[in-house]
Antibody
Framework: EVQLVQSGAEVKKPGESLKISCKGS????????IGWVRQMPGKGLEWMGI????????RNSPSFQGQVTISADKSISTAYLQWSSLKASDTAMYYC??????????????WGQGTLVTVSS | EIVMTQSPATLSVSPGERATLSCRAS??????LVWYQQKPGQAPRLLIY???TRATNIPARFSGSGSGTEFTLTISSLQSEDFAVYYC????????????FGQGTKVEIK
């Protein structure tokens, strides 16, 4: 069974750093892109970026370029989303999702349960 | 960046009725269009990819259509479990880049 299990909720202060994780299981982790999606409180979904754990090829949304770092450790089937200096506006639920790619089709077919990040002084 | 605009923002429908949700892209995205469903407190769920292909275990009452810049998700006969927020998403670039979601349509009970 394919599963993406994310790390638990975090409460941080502005200026602090943070790294959240997404562990894949039940499939070949290195063969599928993993994407990250932000959902601010009461708002819609925003595509942040994506990584291919097989070779760490990473693509960021222009909206998030320079704001976050996406990485992966294929030895432990885990992808990461990292901030070096959090802001209150980073308060959101963050989802990881596996990218299904078949022919020209692309879609996030499996999603993690989400990690709630709260940034408050 | 391709902007995806969904309408209406909220759709009030009675159980058993048909729901039609629209998604418009600011530029052509060919057939590179996906629909997701999200219920409160849950992660999104893949419904349809490639404009019209239902994902695994998605009931036949869900159907997608369209091409270019105009897309539609139709729920033929709304069931209680279908009341949720629906998002479209384009993936017009490959390798991945600049993918965007619509702002969502909330389907609520009338």
């Amino acid at each position: 069974e394919v599963q993406l299990v994310q790390s638990g909720a975090e409460v941080k202060k502005p200026g602090e750093s943070l790294k959240i994780s997404c562990k894949g299981s039940g499939y070949t982790f290195t063969s599928y892109w993993i994407g990250w999606v932000r959902q601010m409180p009461g708002k819609g979904l925003e595509w942040m970026g994506i990584i291919y754990p097989g070779d760490s090829d990473t693509r960021n949304s222009p909206s998030f370029q320079g704001q976050v770092t996406i990485s992966a450790d294929k030895s432990i089937s885990t992808a990461y989303l990292q901030w070096s200096s959090l802001k209150a506006s980073d308060t959101a639920m963050y989802y990881c999702a596996r990218l299904y790619a078949w022919g020209t089709y692309r879609a996030f077919d499996y999603w993690g349960q989400g990690t709630l990040v709260t940034v408050s002084s | 960046e391709i902007v995806m605009t969904q309408s209406p923002a909220t759709l009030s429908v009675s159980p058993g009725e048909r729901a039609t949700l629209s998604c418009r892209a600011s530029q052509r995205v060919s057939s590179n269009l996906v629909w997701y469903q999200q219920k409160p407190g849950q992660a999104p769920r893949l419904l349809i990819y490639g404009v019209s292909t239902r994902a695994t275990n998605i009931p036949a009452r869900f159907s997608g259509s369209g091409s270019g810049t105009e897309f539609t998700l139709t729920i033929s006969s709304l069931q209680s479990e279908d009341f949720a927020v629906y998002y479209c998403q384009q993936y017009n670039n490959w390798p991945p880049g600049g993918w965007t979601f619509g702002q969502g349509t909330k389907v609520e009970i009338k």
